[in-house]
């Protein structure tokens, strides 16, 4: 066994990744956000980590475009909500 302190202090820095002693990593879901082409409707999800990258180039007010897999237009986050 390990000695008591150093467990502790293991557990108080890697506890999260454990899971009744097994390591069970970073297993947060992924996030996606619907993207649809503006040019034929083909819905894609992408996930929320490589919106919020392709964020970082954008101007103030731009929108995320990536492009559509099915005809290579334009693909922009779809309005989920529908008010
Ligand atoms: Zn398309």
């Given at each position: 066994?390990?000695?008591?302190?150093?467990?502790?202090?293991?557990?108080?820095?890697?506890?999260?990744?454990?899971?009744?002693?097994?390591?069970?990593?970073?297993?947060?879901?992924?996030?996606?956000?619907?993207?649809?082409?503006?040019?034929?409707?083909?819905?894609?999800?992408?996930?929320?980590?490589?919106?919020?990258?392709?964020?970082?180039?954008?101007?103030?007010?731009?929108?995320?475009?990536?492009?559509?897999?099915?005809?290579?237009?334009?693909?922009?986050k779809?309005?989920?909500?529908p008010?």
């Amino acid at each position: 066994m390990a000695k008591k302190g150093e467990q502790d202090e293991f557990y108080e820095l890697f506890g999260h990744l454990f899971e009744n002693g097994e390591f069970v990593g970073l297993k947060e879901p992924i996030v996606t956000i619907l993207f649809k082409c503006i040019d034929c409707g083909t819905e894609d999800e992408v996930p929320d980590f490589v919106v919020d990258e392709f964020s970082y180039d954008l101007d103030e007010g731009e929108e995320v475009e990536t492009e559509c897999p099915a005809c290579g237009g334009t693909m922009r986050k779809a309005k989920t909500n529908p008010k």
